[in-house]
DNA sequence: CGGTATCCGCAACGATACTG
DNA sequence: CAGTATCGTTGCGGATACCG
């Protein structure tokens, strides 16, 4: 049943996903356990502060899990739990949709 | 096939259904046309700046449109355009998850 | 290596008042 | 009825420096 009120349980789900780098750390997780520097190195731009404040919100929400070994020098690694697999199909869907959509831009572009 | 760089399809989807009441406001539309008073009568706390701001973001990208009845007083129409429609799996899809998280939530309360 | 600690700018959002 | 106009707040993201 769709809700009439205010909390739509779809905004739930975007405000979880909400973040500039979220979707593409949770992509990036898919491939693999990554390490923090992995980040740094595949997405250019992001620095260290907001990867940390967005990897812990993920953690946070369940999505990400954080294993750090007590090693010198520090060793951390995150991958996806379960419950952020289960947000696959919604990131493909995204993913999919946000082609077909780059795909029209360039069509009304070309015309007009 | 899933990118390795920045610009992730998927956040192009995100960056079109972020906004706090974008999400509601399709879903209103979902049920039929609706005129500028009823979104504000559905949903409290929202208002007419934002409300004007949003949706003329959703008409910008497309998923809206805007009939204007030249009379006195105004009178003006939104409805979900096709293109807007085609969301409508992906807005399924997030209010599926978010009612599985707020239930998961729930959960947790309970046993923690 | 994997973070913290500060400081800052901007855009989204909100409150309120006014208008054709 | 369906908006503008103005002002104020807040929080995310970014830059930079430092730490165990």
Sequence with gaps: MRPTSCDYAANVTLGILEGKWKLLLLCHLRN????????????PGLTQKVLTYQLRELETHGLVRRQIYPVIPPKVEYSLTPYGE???????????????????????????
């Design 32 to 43: 693999g356990t990554k390490r923090f520097c992995d980040f740094t190195a595949l997405i």
């Design 86 to 112: 289960s947000l696959i199909p919604l990131m493909d869907l995204m993913n999919l949709w946000g082609e077909k959509h780059k795909e029209r831009l360039l069509e009304s572009e070309h015309i007009g």
